[in-house]
């Protein structure tokens, strides 16, 4: 497999950028494209794991049915956890 840097030309890579080998989107780190981020407050949080079950890129990370904290290298920033939450724990920012 092609480590893609940012020295890594277009003409090297497959076209569109397209994955050719299944099972390996861990190595993509995708929440380096990210523009908005959620904010765990866990003093608010009552472990529900509604968020964790809402997020389409699997970031929310639980241990023993309690949320442990988030994987900010795959989270995209939807934004779609925080919108479930109706305890205040999750608060959506501008990333920085």
Do not use: Y
């Amino acid at each position: 497999m092609m480590k893609i840097t940012p020295n890594v030309s277009w003409k090297d890579i497959t076209p569109g950028g397209v994955i050719t080998k299944s099972g390996n989107a861990e190595e993509f780190k995708t929440g380096d494209w990210r523009s908005m981020k959620p904010v765990w407050h866990e003093d608010k949080c009552k472990h529900c794991m509604l968020c964790w079950v809402v997020c389409p890129d699997n970031s929310i990370i639980p241990e023993d049915g309690k949320i442990k904290g988030f994987d900010f290298d795959h989270c995209k920033g939807c934004g779609v956890c925080t919108k479930q939450c109706k305890f205040g724990a999750l608060d959506f920012v501008v990333e920085e």
